[in-house]
């Protein structure tokens, strides 16, 4: 399962980023996909994902501040970030459940600066 991401860099904080992540269309449909996060030292931790019904699940650390949504025309999962805070630097990682199994994107740097 190839799970291609993009939008990751460098940005001040208090500003907005957008991940994309782009997905076989076979493994985008229906199948819940989202995004996860490492920060240097730290576990993986859930940024947000959404159901195959669009409906979206949010880790305590960015509600209200990240949105999630997906495309089916594209076959792409979106992650609109905004209000970036220091903490919120790490690899982002996408990720998707399909048959029973978790794949990974390679993950995308944010680096926020002060």
């Known amino acids: 399962v190839q799970l291609v991401e993009s939008g990751g860099g460098l940005v001040q904080a208090g500003g907005s980023l957008r991940l994309s992540c782009s997905a076989p269309e076979d493994i985008f449909s229906g199948n819940e996909m989202g995004w996860y996060r490492q920060a240097p030292g730290k576990r993986r931790e859930l940024v947000a994902r959404?159901?195959?019904?669009?409906?979206?699940i949010y880790g305590d650390v960015v509600k209200g501040r990240f949105t999630i949504s997906r495309d089916g025309a594209k076959n792409t999962v979106f992650l609109q970030m905004s209000s970036l805070k220091l903490e919120d630097a790490a690899v982002y990682y996408c990720?998707?459940?399909?048959?029973?199994?978790?794949?990974w994107g390679r993950g995308t740097q944010v680096t926020v600066s002060s």
């Open positions: 990720w998707v459940y399909h048959h029973y199994r978790d794949y």
């Open positions: 959404i159901t195959g019904g669009g409906r979206p």
